[in-house]
């Protein structure tokens, strides 16, 4: 059984440890892992030069989280982390004060820049950080291109009425309640998938989409040339699970980001985002929570197989279960053509 990922970072690190756990259930090995393969295809539009070092915060949250040693109460970075470098480079005046970086963290952005200095590609070095601990998936970067996402957003005290900042900017300092008028992903057009990435896909048994922002997360990794084209021609059924519950995100402020592309903040307005593959679109299989049955039969009019299940994601067995939902919906669905 083969199993491919496309993320983002916290929420689709808690899904990704839904179904690794999940395929450890269904097809155990006899050593503690599983006989099966996970692959997740990992958002970069977050990621950013700062203070001199590369960050890949999607990257890092899904490798913290499936080495058992992220912070669970923030819900990013490391586990007993302290910040006594940020406060330094604080007091030099050096990178963002209100984006901190805690000293393992940091060892981390130092071990990697060192590498890409070195001459390694992104996912080569993704490739040497995933040695170090046993995670029992593959956790792949969409792409070695820099293709970092920054935001316009409207200033009334700017030239013009608008500005340009990065992602993370937006994100973390801004808290996403700056008017965000577009999203541009540096150099997407000449990014290539990274190698893996499309065979990853391709000899898949189910492609699972996580509950991941549409926009800046998924988004970004189907505008990389080459993927929505590896998406619409696998012969694998390819399942979403919805970000949104009632109207509502479960993660993040993806509803600040849905509205710039014209879509509306619902499970059923997402799904008809992705579309269904029959249809143009990328999707053959759409979960949605139990309190967005009422759309099941309108997403299935436009072609998705949907069906609604528990999507809170609360704890380790619920992740797995929701993992295994999106599984058995591929599993009915069955290989492209047959």
């Known amino acids: 059984m083969k199993i491919t990922v496309l993320a983002g970072g916290v929420g689709g690190a808690r899904f990704v440890r839904g179904v690794r756990e999940e395929v450890r259930r269904r097809w155990p090995d006899g050593n503690g892992g599983s006989a ?117 957003v409207a200033d009334p005290d700017a030239p013009g009425g608008e500005r340009e900042l990065h992602f993370q900017e937006w994100w973390t300092r801004y808290r996403a309640t700056l008017p965000a008028l577009a999203f541009r992903q540096q150099h997407i057009d000449a990014a290539r998938p990274a190698p893996g990435v499309v065979e990853a896909i391709a000899t898949a048994d189910v492609v699972l989409f996580a509950p991941s922002n549409p926009v800046v997360s998924i988004g970004t990794i189907l505008a990389i040339p080459g993927i929505r084209d590896a998406l619409v021609e696998t012969r694998a059924p390819v399942v979403g699970v919805s970000p949104i519950i009632s109207g509502k995100v479960v993660r993040g402020m993806a509803d600040a980001c849905l509205p710039v592309i014209g879509v509306e903040t619902t499970a059923e307005a997402v799904g008809r985002h992705y579309g269904s593959r029959a249809a143009g679109g990328l999707l053959d299989g759409w979960l949605v929570d139990e309190t967005d049955a009422p759309g099941v039969a309108s997403l299935e009019a436009a072609g998705l197989v949907a069906t609604s299940v528990p999507l809170w994601m609360r704890d380790l067995d619920t992740s797995a279960a929701l993992a295994g939902a999106a599984i058995d919906l591929g599993a009915t669905l069955g290989p492209l053509g047959s």
């Open 36 to 152: 099966a393969s996970v692959t997740v295809v990992v958002n970069t539009g977050d990621d950013l030069w700062l203070a001199g070092v590369r960050l890949m915060p999607d990257f890092d949250s899904l490798l913290y989280s499936l080495a058992g040693v992220n912070d669970t109460e923030r819900g990013w970075g490391r586990a007993g982390e302290t910040e006594r470098v940020a406060a330094e480079l604080r007091e030099w005046g050096v990178g963002w004060p209100w984006f901190t970086l805690g000293d393992l963290d940091l060892g981390t952005h130092l071990a990697r820049t060192s590498w890409l200095r070195d001459g390694a590609t992104p996912s080569q070095v993704a490739e040497r950080l995933q040695r170090r601990w046993p995670l029992g998936v593959r956790l792949i970067p969409a792409t070695d291109t820099e293709v970092d996402t920054h935001v316009l």
